[in-house]
């Protein structure tokens, strides 16, 4: 599970909270995928980080392994035939909110010089197939957002994945309404800091938005 004890750095409360939680998460049955399926596509989602891309023909796997490994590769048309592979837009975004969540916890416990988190325990019971009312729309965007383009609505079609994800960049970078002051900081980091900082590791990781 996840566990700082052994950083050299400390590690703010809110942050081993909100990890705690999102990685026990990931173990459980989500909206549209087991937990052992869930923890399947977690894995495919480091080894893609450890080795660098690699194919797969199972289009659950592909998409995993890309948004982990190569998110600048993919396009408006290899979602929309992964979204036709998977059977539905949502399910693309269950995995896409997998994926993300590995690549956070694997980039933050390298940066503390920490070995990755292990991977919980798979938990039984069956997905819950939850599906969002009024359906969010695309709005510039390759999937559908909701109400804006902005990172609290990116999951929106799986909230059970949004729940997970956003609270972690609130943790990790700001919140919505700390992006409002200009002059935000969080300990000894100013906002311009944070933000430089913020650009240069979405530049490493080929980040576009």
């Known amino acids: 599970m996840i566990d700082f004890a052994t950083s050299r750095y400390p590690v703010r409360p809110d942050i ?3 990890f705690d939680v999102a990685w026990r998460q990931l173990g459980g049955p989500g909206t549209w995928f087991s937990g052992s399926d869930r923890l399947s596509l977690a894995q495919h989602a480091r080894s893609a980080r450890t080795r660098g891309w690699f194919e797969t023909h199972d289009p659950a796997a592909e998409v995993s392994v890309r948004i ?3 998110p600048a590769t993919t396009t408006d ?3 929309s035939q992964m979204v036709e592979a998977l059977g539905s837009e949502e399910r693309y975004v269950e995995i896409m909110g997998i994926a993300a969540r590995v690549v956070m916890a694997d980039t933050f416990a390298r940066l503390l010089g920490l ?6 325990e798979p938990r039984s019971g069956q997905p819950t197939m939850t599906t969002v009312e009024p359906r969010p729309k695309k ?3 390759w999937i559908s957002v909701g109400p804006s383009l902005v990172p609290p609505f990116t999951q929106l079609l799986v909230p059970g994945e949004n729940a997970m994800t956003y609270p972690l960049i609130e943790a990790l970078y700001m919140t919505g309404w700390d992006m409002q002051d200009p002059d935000f900081r969080r300990g000894d980091l100013h906002r311009t800091q944070i933000e430089l900082v913020a650009a240069v590791l979405s530049f490493g990781n080929e980040c576009f938005y």
């Open 16 to 18: 081993v909270d909100r």
């Open 68 to 70: 982990a490994a190569s």
């Open 77 to 79: 048309t290899w979602i």
């Open 115 to 120: 070995e990755p988190f292990d991977f919980p």
């Open 139 to 141: 709005v510039r965007s």
